[in-house]
């Protein structure tokens, strides 16, 4: 073997080694969590059908709905808010639509729901903003009837979004603790008999959501920008406007939320679903965009290390905001060398071979095997099929990546929103389902897009 040879296996060697020490533990932790709280992987697959529960008492919890040409999913949404969250009043921002979300909006008028209009030039300057505008409105709606910030629960809801019934309730039990400033809900893609978008809903159901339950023996569970719930009080503390420019204004105010002292933390008692995308070209644009705000975020390391962040929350974090620069983007390039190199031996060399490949790809059937055991729409036939194949899907995160570190050499900030598919009349809970009750005026908008 050649210097640069030993060279390159050694460094794939170390990146191997970092990102098992990263998510061994964290995996490891999530099983014994999710276990703890629902006795079962599977624990969280029958949520959708529960009956709605009330808040408890003495919380009230806002809900902020972002929408940006949003007619092909907003209805559904509203409906599952106003059905299957008793008691959540509802903020939806229409920042600028040009498209027919204003009016469905008016059509599902009622006293539940504040609508907030922005125009250009203030439109259409980022999610942060239109949150931070929505936020206004519910700052002075609790200015106006005296509530406590602290039993105040801001909810960010994207137009896609569908809770599982009650799940406002399950999250405000999670901020009794007063050390609690933030809560995640898990994600899951909907549509998933479509191969891509079953792929990403392993990512988010099995890989995510297992980390983030390890993450909560940290305190600091990763705020997604769907399903997240924050303590008003520690917005408050933030600033006037505590969502960032950033392009993962959800990840910034989790970094914000550490360095004022406070946990975020998540919970097996409810989740989230949303649509995932089947175009290549729109997947591409969102993964890049997640990965270049992920990276751009690596500079609030050093407020982070002088903050009131608790120790293990600041060693974690710290993990999370390298795996771009440490596991992702030196991957994608020693993958490609170790299979040429493999390709060059001939399949049954000593760093080949089928045994060489199973060894390789270990961690795939793992998480695959993790995910079967998370869901009850999937075979185990099928989940082993997909981890021998998920080395494939894993070159939409090569790309996405380095299109990420090119936008960050280059400057560009731009902002691109993430289209929807159209989607039939949904029951409560976000289950697609005939005779579903319409709110007053409310036509359903086309059927559901899957496979598009």
């Known amino acids: ?51 709605p529960v009330p808040l408890p008492g003495g919380w009230s919890v806002f809900a902020l709905v972002p929408c940006l040409n949003e007619e092909r999913v907003i209805t559904n949404t509203l409906r599952a808010l106003l059905s299957g969250q008793p008691g959540v009043r509802v903020v939806v921002v229409d920042d600028g639509s040009d498209d027919a979300t204003a009016h469905l909006v008016d059509a599902a008028a009622c006293d539940r729901i504040t609508v ?78 479509h191969w891509a978008l079953r792929f990403q809903d392993l990512e988010f159901w099995g890989l995510s959501a297992l980390g983030q339950f390890g993450r909560a023996a940290c305190g600091s569970v990763s705020m997604a920008g769907n399903g997240q719930f924050t303590r008003l009080a520690a917005l408050d503390g933030i600033g006037p406007r ?4 950033s392009l993962t204004e959800d990840l910034d105010l989790g970094i914000s939320l550490a360095v004022h002292g406070w946990t975020v933390t998540t919970t097996t008692g409810a989740y ?15 993964r890049t965009r997640w990965y270049q ?6 500079t609030r390391l050093p407020e982070l290390w002088s903050s009131a962040a608790g120790a ?36 049954t060399g000593a760093a080949a071979g ?30 082993v099929g997909y981890s021998l194949t998920q080395v494939l899907w894993f070159y939409v995160g090569f790309v996405a990546v380095w299109c990420a570190t090119w936008r960050l050499a280059t400057r560009r900030s731009n902002w691109a929103k993430t289209e929807r598919a159209e989607e039939r009349a949904t ?3 976000g289950v697609p389902g005939r005779g579903a009750v319409r709110l007053p005026g409310v036509r359903p908008v086309g059927e559901e897009g899957r496979g598009r």
Request: net charge positive; hydrophobic share 45%.
């Open 242 to 245: 505590p969502w960032s420019h």
């Open 293 to 298: 705000g992920h990276m751009s975020a690596i």
């Open 427 to 429: 029951a409560v809970g």
């Open 116 to 193: 907030v209009r922005r125009v250009p030039p203030e439109a259409r300057q980022g999610k942060g903003a239109a949150l931070n505008a929505g936020l206004r409105a519910v700052r002075r709606r609790v200015e106006e009837e005296g509530l406590d910030p602290g039993r105040v629960l801001v909810c960010v809801l994207d137009a896609d979004g569908r809770m599982t019934p009650g799940a406002a309730a399950a999250v405000a039990t999670l901020f009794d603790d007063p050390a609690v400033g933030g809560a995640q809900l898990a994600v899951r893609i909907r549509g998933r008999e």
């Open 354 to 383: 089928p045994a060489g490949y199973l060894a390789s790809y270990a961690a795939c059937l793992v998480c695959a095997l993790l995910y079967w055991r998370r869901t009850d729409d999937l075979p185990l036939w099928k989940a």
């Open 1 to 51: 073997m050649t210097l640069f040879g030993t060279v390159a296996r050694d460094f794939a060697g170390a990146v191997v080694a970092l990102t098992v020490a990263y998510n061994l533990p964290l995996w490891t932790l999530g099983v014994t969590f999710a276990r703890r709280h629902s006795s079962t992987l599977r624990g969280q697959v029958a949520l959708d059908r529960e009956p």
């Open 272 to 286: 989230v679903s949303q649509q995932g995308l089947t175009c290549p070209r729109r997947l591409l644009r969102q």
């Open 312 to 347: 293990w929350a600041r060693v974690e974090l710290t993990a999370y905001l390298l795996i771009p620069y440490v596991t992702t983007l030196p991957w994608s390039v020693l993958q490609q060398y170790l299979l040429l190199a493999t390709v060059r031996r001939g399949f």
